[in-house]
Nanobody, 125 residues
Framework: QVQLIESGGGLVQAGGALRLSCAASGSTLDYHVLAWFRQAPGKEREFVAGISSRGDRISYSDSVKGRFTISRDNIKVMAYLQMDSLNPEDTAVYYC??????????????????WGQGTQVTVFS
């Protein structure tokens, strides 16, 4: 059974930075896309960033491009999301997820099989 556990969320002032981590267990996820989604209160879960199994393809949503950086460590079976220049609109629960991309980096939640419990990120102005 694959388990994903996020950490690194918290409260940060606008303009600040946070680094989220996602630890996977139960599988090496060698062939899986790893991605981050977020969900703000009253809104649908939205794609933030995704990285292919070998790390050679990366995709970002337009709202975070240039500010967030996704990475993975296949030896440690970890995923990371470095978030810089945070603003209040980034406030949400952030979820780590894994799924078979089949050559793409899907941007819809239904394409992913495994989900973490989420970590809260709150940005205040």
């Amino acid at each position: 059974q694959v388990q994903l556990i996020e950490s690194g969320g918290g409260l940060v002032q606008a303009g600040g930075a946070l680094r989220l981590s996602c630890a996977a267990s139960g599988s090496t996820l060698d062939y899986h896309v790893l991605a981050w989604f977020r969900q703000a209160p009253g809104k649908e879960r939205e794609f933030v960033a995704g990285i292919s199994s070998r790390g050679d393809r990366i995709s970002y949503s337009d709202s975070v491009k240039g500010r967030f950086t996704i990475s993975r460590d296949n030896i440690k079976v970890m995923a990371y999301l470095q978030m810089d220049s945070l603003n209040p609109e980034d406030t949400a629960v952030y979820y780590c997820t894994a799924g078979m991309g089949y050559g793409t980096i899907p941007q819809t939640p239904s394409n992913y099989n495994y989900w973490g419990q989420g970590t809260q990120v709150t940005v205040f102005s």
